[in-house]
């Protein structure tokens, strides 16, 4: 009897073979994501293709067919090469692009999620991870951008894989510069990233010589003459080990950058921004399109921008990602765990402080000031935030300090409590405005399916607001140039007219606070209504 359970647990039927640790470093993460993008979808199932996404959706079917992304239409968002190629990509999937897209976007989030959690672990330890990860989870801007397929998300998580590696494996190099060459094709700040990671690889010292100069006694470490030399006033003694520590590392970069792998890493670093002008020079003929495109728009909306606005509004769009008790708890996280846990801390107040700093460039510079372009900053600063609540068990019973942390923590719980209500009220109106708005968005993909547009077009379609131009192109298989806004631009003489069909479409159909035009339009004369549903009433003169 005995033999033969030895048969079964050995080879018979009975048998499990383990599981590699390959396998089970990769099924933990993919399970996490899987589960909390599950959940996301149970709490928050209506979720759609923002304007930005469908017209990336669009523009990849149109490169499918050979032909140039159609950008002249007015308000046009800025094109994002990798966006666009999943567009490409996901053209023969017909209609299920908008499936597709979803996928990635629910997923994005749970993986943002993830990647929060592990770094925070790898940081700090387990506790303080899945608290970031819920702070993260539970912010409203997340659930809004990310369940409506903003390429934020899938840039954040880019963004958050790469210092993943770098966390596990210092000076990791190429994954994470081609990470960041992904990111880079989504959003224009991992381009600074990327230089900056270049010039830590470049210039940082090597281990086994920072160790020697770390526990080395020279005399431009210590500061103190030697035997014979002539006593330097401080200055000069400053200018000399300034002098020193610059002199090898100009040394190093320039060695480093004639290797082959010098050049190969700059070769990454550089390869968003060119791909970038590169695509923009194919697509629109102008390699900076983007950059013009956006600002056009940034005016064109009104929308806060420049250093002046930087400084009055930064920090609040900070504060509507994460709240009063994440910025409270972000700041102190901050300021303690660089006080008393400075190894574990460095890397994480590195990346913030990078984050935020390439958010003002680009704002300086003229783009939007807009909540969504601090999330990556936010996430890291989540971290923070956890540490702030649990930091204190990672310090010695007896530590002096462990008793004030305590009290610090208590009274960001207590703002986090007292901020609950509000909290909720938010990510309820997120699920509110999803759902709102995904019922117009699809009764306006039920009215494309119709067959009330007659093929080909007897004219141009008017629609009342910029917001459905995208929608309906990519329904109708139209170009956008094809769609005229009618409360910009007039409703035409003869093709077609979109019209509210209640005051709840106006209100909840809405691009965005400065977009110029209106919803509540007369119907143009000897136009007859030809289909209508909840939402919409389509009218036609042919």
């Excluded at 003459?225 to 000399?240: C, I, V």
Aim: glycine share 10%; proline share 8%; aromatic share 10%.
């Amino acid at each position: 009897m005995a033999g033969k359970l030895r048969h079964a647990l050995r080879g018979g039927s009975g048998y499990r073979a383990p599981v590699p640790q390959s396998a089970r470093s990769w099924l933990t993460p993919v399970a996490w994501v899987a589960g909390v993008s599950a959940v996301l979808l149970l709490l928050l199932p209506v979720g759609f293709p923002n304007y930005d996404t469908i017209y990336a959706l669009l523009w990849g079917r149109e490169m499918a067919d050979g032909l140039s992304p159609d950008m002249a239409a007015p308000l046009a968002p800025t094109p994002h090469p990798l966006a666009e190629l999943f567009g490409l990509l996901a053209t023969p999937l017909g209609d299920g692009a908008i499936e597709a897209t979803m996928v990635v976007a629910y997923l994005s989030l749970g993986l943002v999620g993830y990647l929060v959690y592990r770094l925070g672990a790898l940081w700090f330890d387990r506790p303080v991870g899945a608290v970031a990860a819920l702070i993260v989870l539970t912010r409203a801007p997340y659930l809004s951008n990310g369940l409506r397929a903003y390429v934020d998300l899938p840039y954040i998580a880019l963004c958050l894989g790469a210092l993943l590696i770098e966390t596990r494996r210092p000076r990791s190099g190429w994954p994470v510069l081609a990470l960041l060459a992904l990111a880079g094709l989504l959003r224009p700040e991992a381009w600074l990233f990327s230089i900056a990671y270049l010039a830590y690889l470049l210039l940082a010292p090597p281990q086994a010589s920072a160790s020697a100069d770390a526990g080395g006694s020279s005399t431009v470490s210590s500061g103190q003459p030697g035997p014979g030399e002539e006593r330097r006033a401080p200055l000069d003694r400053a200018d000399t080990q300034i002098a020193g520590l610059i002199r090898p590392a100009i040394g190093r970069a320039r060695g480093a950058l004639l290797s082959p792998q010098g050049a190969a890493f700059t070769a990454l670093a550089l390869a968003a921004p060119i791909l970038w002008a590169l695509f923009d020079w194919v697509t629109a003929g102008s390699p900076t399109y983007s950059f013009t495109g956006t600002r056009e728009t940034v005016d064109e909306l009104a929308r806060q921008t420049g250093p002046v606005d930087l400084i009055l509004y930064g920090p609040r769009r900070l504060g509507e990602v994460l709240q009063w008790p994440g910025m409270v708890g972000a700041l102190g996280g901050v300021a303690l765990g660089f006080a008393f846990l400075r190894r574990r801390s460095t890397i994480g107040v590195a990346a913030a402080a990078l984050a935020l700093a390439a958010f003002a460039v680009l704002a300086s510079a003229g783009l939007a000031i807009l909540p969504r372009y601090t999330m990556l900053a936010a996430a890291v600063l989540a971290i923070f935030a956890a540490l702030a609540l649990l930091g204190w068990r990672l310090l010695e019973a007896g530590h002096p300090w462990r008793r004030a942390w305590q009290a610090f923590a208590a009274l960001v719980v207590l703002m986090f409590l007292a901020w609950g209500p509000n909290q909720y009220d938010l990510v309820r109106r997120v699920d509110v405005d999803l759902t709102n708005q995904g019922r117009i968005e699809g009764d306006l993909t039920d009215l494309a399916e119709t067959g009330a547009f007659a093929e080909p077009l007897c004219g141009p379609i008017a629609v009342p607001n910029h917001r459905a131009v995208p929608r309906l192109a990519f329904n109708l298989d139209v170009r956008p140039t094809q769609m005229v806004s009618a409360g910009e631009q007039g409703p035409p003489g003869h093709g077609y007219y979109l019209e509210p069909a209640s005051p709840f479409v106006i209100h909840n159909f809405i691009l965005d606070p400065g977009d110029p035009t209106q919803l509540n339009l007369t119907v143009p004369p000897d136009f007859r209504e030809v289909a209508r549903n909840d939402s919409w009433i389509l009218y036609r003169r042919c």
